[in-house]
């Protein structure tokens, strides 16, 4: 039986050096590689005329560079797009584009499906289907900005805040963020990249002994421990008192703050109490506050919070010395909003008509 091709995508410079040595050539045809492949957003090994024409035989034969396909767009009136990818085994995941004036943000997921079980939201319901690997997640990134080539903004942020918790598909996500920052490929800096997390709190004290570590998001929701294990049962293992414990123990970088998100559920966590008992929480803290009025999804017991409570709330917050801003939810039309994705059709592949290669 002929073997497996390998799989390249998600290895790191290297390992293409190391291949490009146990197959009889120069260390440096691995760094061609390298760059054909992230830097240039090249998928298919015929079109990397950099390599000699005996190695891209070689690849074609023996490796494979596999990308998400493209199986469904959801454009929104906003500009974002919602994208359902299919992965090799047929497993579905979405990520979303959403651009601005000068740089778009892609939201990525890191699992397919989610364990955490956040009851606001609309992933948690898939249960965990399964792990991606580093080459899954960067995937996404090559895919989507294939697919937007045409509109493409001359920078790139990225959150892992779609489908999954990053921390609990720790190595793979620590090894894409590597490759996406790393300034010789995807060349994405660092503090564009953050890492949300639901608040896993041996991750973050992990996370805090990387040299090379994205900007840390933890998704607080709530104040007091009562009121986050009702929407986050996962507060009854890591609660409040030891997530902030492990938050002001995390290194900062210069000019870098700790970003917490706050998903705001009318009547629920929305009150002047409750902003008052955030600012508290975080003071002292060098961080910033996203405030994210919840996106309906149907079949859950949750209300979006009424317009006129949100800006009181953000006032609490400043007049206490926190950066807390209101964060309008794109893509709310489309499925693509913070708490939404949950693969929500059964996807039909159409080949992205813009593939890079
Ligand atoms: S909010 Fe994030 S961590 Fe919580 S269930 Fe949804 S995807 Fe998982």
Redesign the pocket.
Known sequence: MPAMPIELLGFELEEFRRLAQQWGEPAYRGSQLYHALYAEGRREFSRMTSLSRALRARLERDAAATWPQLARRYPSADGSIRYLLQLGDGKTIETVWMPEKNRQTLCLST?A??????R?????RLGLVRNLSAGEIVGQVLAVLADNRQRRRPRTNVVL?????PLLNYEPTLKAVRLLADPQGMNIPLLRITL???GIIPGIRRLAREDRRPKLGV?LNATTDEQRTAI?P?NRKYPLGELFAACRAYPLRPRERLTFEY?LLGGFNDTPEDARRLARLTRGLRCKVNLIPWNPVPGLPYRAPADAALEPFQKILRRAGLLAFLRCSRGQDVSAA??Q?ASLTTPSPQPSPASAG
Request: net charge negative; charged share 5%; hydrophobic share 35%.
């Open positions: 699992q499906g989610c364990a955490v079980d956040c606001f939201c609309a992933t948690a805040m779609g489908q999954g918790e949300s997390t639901s998704s986050m996962l998903v913070c708490g994705l």
